[in-house]
C-alpha cells in the first residue's frame, strides 16, 4: 500500500473580494464584408408568404439582418425591396433575392417593460430588375 500525503487546499477567499479590472482581449472581426449600420424600411416578398415590410440592419454586399413579425424557414428565397420616394411620385427601387440563411429572437427591454422581436439572417443571392412596384393590397 502507497502512503498518500494530502495537501492542504489553498485560501481561494480573496479571489472574491479582488476588484482589479478583468483584461480585456482584442476582439478580431470575422465579417467578411463591412456592414452599414443604418436601420431603414424594406419589403420581402416571398411567394409563399405574401409581401410584409420590415427594419432592415447591418446591410452588407453579403447579406442584411431584417426584422420581421414571422420567419420564413431556413432556405427559403424572398426578395428584398429597398424603396425610395423620390421627387413625389417616383420611386427609386433595388430588389435583391436573398436566401434565409439564420434566425433570430431578441429580447430587450427599457425601465419597466420587457419586449421582443424576431429576425432573419440574409444572404444576397443577386440583384434583378425591380419591375413593377409590389401592390399595397398584398401587403400583410
Not at 487546499?9 to 479571489?15: C, I, Q
Not at 432556405?75 to 425591396?81: C, I, R
Request: no cysteine; net charge negative; charged share 25%.
Amino acid at each position: 500500500m502507497i502512503d498518500v500525503k494530502r495537501r492542504a487546499l489553498p485560501d481561494l477567499s480573496r479571489v472574491l473580494d479582488d476588484h482589479r479590472p478583468m483584461p480585456t482581449l482584442p476582439v478580431f472581426e470575422k465579417r467578411i464584408h463591412t456592414r452599414f449600420d443604418k436601420a431603414f424600411l424594406v419589403v420581402i416578398g416571398s411567394e409563399l408568404y405574401g409581401d410584409t415590410t420590415a427594419i432592415a440592419r447591418n446591410v452588407s454586399t453579403g447579406g442584411i439582418l431584417v426584422e420581421m413579425s414571422y420567419a420564413p424557414p431556413l432556405g427559403t428565397v424572398v426578395t428584398v425591396h429597398f424603396q425610395a420616394l423620390r421627387d413625389g411620385d417616383l420611386m427609386d427601387e433595388i430588389v435583391a433575392r436573398a436566401e434565409v440563411k439564420h434566425h433570430h429572437y431578441l429580447n430587450f427591454g427599457g425601465a419597466e417593460d420587457a419586449a421582443s422581436t424576431r429576425a432573419i439572417g440574409l444572404r444576397f443571392i443577386e440583384f434583378v430588375d425591380p419591375g413593377e412596384r409590389v401592390d399595397p393590397d398584398r401587403l400583410h
